[in-house]
């Protein structure tokens, strides 16, 4: 699975952006997406997910009622929608996508990351 993320950038707090993922290769296993952010010094989090069967999302408090996430199936396309932001949501952005083998092992996948960086 390879994914790649596109739609950051350099905004005022306040302002909104973008981000949007496509998947590519085995993506029919795939079974939950998500985006994931890494500030300077500070570990990977995750930000939001989504199941690909019922579209259940997930969301750390920080960014809920700001950010929002979607797919479509069929695109095997992921975005994630986000207003109002503040200085504090610059971090680099990866998409990420999870799979399980017949055997149960939990995969994952991981893009290149994108930079959002919010001025204030």
């Known amino acids: 699975v390879q994914l790649v993320e596109s739609g950051g950038g350099l905004v005022q707090a306040g302002d909104s952006l973008r981000l949007s993922c496509v998947a590519s290769?085995?993506?029919?296993?795939?079974?939950?997406m998500g985006w994931y952010r890494q500030a300077p010094g500070k570990q990977r989090d995750l930000v939001a997910a989504i199941t690909m069967g019922g579209g259940i999302t997930n969301y750390v408090d920080s960014v809920k009622g700001r950010f929002t996430i979607s797919r479509d199936n069929a695109k095997k396309m992921m975005w994630l929608q986000m207003n109002s932001l503040k200085p504090e949501d610059t971090a680099v952005y990866y998409c990420?996508?999870?799979?399980?083998?017949?055997?149960?092992?939990?995969?994952?996948?991981w893009g290149q990351g994108i930079q959002v960086t919010v001025s204030s």
């Open positions: 290769g085995s993506t029919f296993s795939i079974n939950a």
């Open positions: 990420n996508a999870r799979d399980t083998t017949p055997l149960g092992t939990t995969r994952n996948y």
